[in-house]
């Protein structure tokens, strides 16, 4: 009762704080991630994520995550970075709407997260009440395993309800991406503190990519819905020579199993 009451007064008076993306606020402004070049999804489709509306100072934060087990939400450690608390909406293809509430305030960082770099940018939400999973709206990702190499070429899918271009608007509904894995090597050309934690995927031409909003969602492999990566940072939105850059799950496999068990 008390959540509901909660998420009445942040759809009467808060949403537009958190759907005019003020995550902005948690990053510089040429690091923002969010869906652009994408194409309309259902919860059905991706149902291991979830949406995060994160309590900072008094003010309302977006952010995505995925579902890794009935207690455990896995993100990017900036979307928890001075936050008391957070709540998980999931089993919902609108972000404002439908599906289901679950309060947290246990939110744990990486200890070894950078801000200046965004190395080791992944964080866990651990939850008060445990998901009710049914395997349609509500699913656990298969997490890639430890030391497990992303190729480039290879696609990934990201998900979310990021702004749909650079400074722009968020979508209300669940958007999803698919863009290439490109080299370290290549990415190290626009992405110099680019670290072995990290990889980038996106178009050379620019166009598809994360966004504003979108950070701490699920990247995984097309071909097996296996999550390998969370959306993390990158210098705009979309723009022709830089692609998005996300944090290998692989790389940080067993801190997330310390923390979670999983």
């Not at 863009?179 to 190290?188: G, L, Q």
Request: aromatic letters at 8%; one cysteine or more; charged letters at 20%.
């Amino acid at each position: 009762m008390k959540i509901f009451f909660v998420l009445m007064l942040l759809g009467a008076f808060l949403y537009k704080d958190a759907f005019s993306r003020k995550t902005i606020r948690y990053r510089p402004e040429s690091n923002n991630n969010r869906i652009v070049g994408g194409y309309n999804v259902s919860i059905e489709e991706f149902p291991y994520q979830v949406h995060l509306l994160i309590s900072r100072d008094g003010e309302f934060f977006e952010c995505g995550g995925s579902i890794i087990s009935n207690k455990t939400i896995l993100t990017a450690a900036h979307c928890l970075a001075g936050a008391s608390s957070v709540y998980v909406r999931l089993g919902a293809t609108s972000s404002s709407d439908e599906g289901e509430t679950i309060a947290s305030n246990k939110l744990t960082q990486h200890p070894k997260y950078s801000k200046k770099t965004y190395d080791y940018d992944i964080g866990i939400v651990t939850l008060d009440n445990p998901i009710k999973l049914d395997g349609v709206k509500t699913k656990i990702v298969r997490l890639t395993d430890k030391d497990t190499q992303v190729k480039p070429g290879q696609n990934v899918i990201v998900s979310g309800w990021g702004a749909t271009s650079e400074n722009g608007d968020g979508s209300d509904s669940l958007l999803a991406v698919d863009v290439p894995i490109v080299s370290n090597d290549e990415c190290r050309k626009v992405y110099r503190s680019l670290t072995i934690r990290m990889f980038c995927a996106g178009v050379p031409q620019g166009g598809k990519d994360a966004c504003q909003g979108d950070s701490g969602g699920p990247a995984v492999i097309k071909s097996d819905g296996i999550q390998v990566g969370v959306v993390s940072h990158g210098i705009g939105c979309a723009r022709k020579g830089y692609p998005g850059v996300y944090i290998s799950v692989a790389s940080v496999r067993d801190w997330i199993k310390q923390v979670s068990g999983v």
